[in-house]
T-cell receptor, first 113, second 111 residues
Framework: KQEVTQIPAALSVPEGENLVLNCSFT??????LQWFRQDPGKGLTSLLL?????REQTSGRLNASLDKSSGRSTLYIAASQPGDSATYLC????????????FGKGTTLSVSS | NAGVTQTPKFRVLKTGQSMTLLCAQD?????MYWYRQDPGMGLRLIHY???????AKGEVPDGYNVSRLKKQNFLLGLESAAPSQTSVYFC??????????FGQGTRLTVV
């Protein structure tokens, strides 16, 4: 059974710092990996999608990498801002359950000004 | 472009009552999913559909039923609500192996 783990569960940093969020998964047979952002009381916003054949994806200050063989992904946030404060969720799709996303429990990021 | 829309956004039910949550997507996606999100448990898959007229059980299907009579709609039903079903429910849609899009969620409280 695929399991997704995100470490750390919470992270506090001062504004301007570069930071890395970690995601690991137990079964390397994934189709893709997706990073989401969730603000308190809100829905999930897709940040980046990495297909299994890709190594990384970039969007603005965000860069996500994927090492499928080791079962790891990282989300790099450059020059963090208070507006980046949110919970970041990592999820993978496999050939199970109609390729439904399997989620980690998230990392809650707080960026102080 | 609305994306994925969930109705209602909030609801309070008494134990034993029934209700239906509606999910509508305008992206012509084949795949649709219902998740519940609980503190400390993360997002867990309740039911999913890989096309109009199809449904299947996910990780936590007990106490829920679903229907996908139209491609754009995926309904989640609670026949006899229990306090354990107090949660935030999210609907999502996608094509196979592509980016998934989520609705804004339905916050359900069963008292």
């Amino acid at each position: 059974k695929q399991e997704v783990t995100q470490i750390p569960a919470a992270l506090s940093v001062p504004e301007g710092e570069n930071l890395v969020l970690n995601c690991s998964f137990t079964d390397s047979a994934i189709y893709n990996l997706q990073w989401f952002r969730q603000d308190p009381g809100k829905g999930l916003t897709s940040l980046l999608l990495i297909q299994s054949s890709q190594r990384e994806q970039t969007s603005g200050r965000l860069n996500a990498s994927l090492d499928k063989s080791s079962g790891r992904s990282t989300l790099y946030i450059a020059a963090s801002q208070p507006g980046d404060s949110a919970t970041y969720l990592c999820a993978v799709t496999t050939n199970q359950a109609g390729t439904a996303l399997i989620f980690g429990k998230g990392t809650t990021l707080s960026v102080s000004s | 472009n609305a994306g994925v829309t969930q109705t209602p956004k909030f609801r309070v039910l008494k134990t034993g009552q029934s209700m239906t949550l509606l999910c509508a997507q305008d992206m012509n996606h084949e795949y649709m999913y219902w998740y519940r999100q609980d503190p400390g448990m993360g997002l867990r898959l309740i039911h999913y559909s890989v096309g109009e007229g199809t449904t299947a059980k996910g990780e936590v299907p007990d106490g829920y039923n679903v229907s996908r009579l139209k491609k754009q709609n995926f309904l989640l039903g609670l026949e006899s609500a229990a306090p354990s079903q107090t949660s935030v429910y999210f609907c999502a849609s996608s094509e196979r192996r592509t980016e998934a899009f989520f609705g804004q969620g339905t916050r359900l409280t069963v008292v």
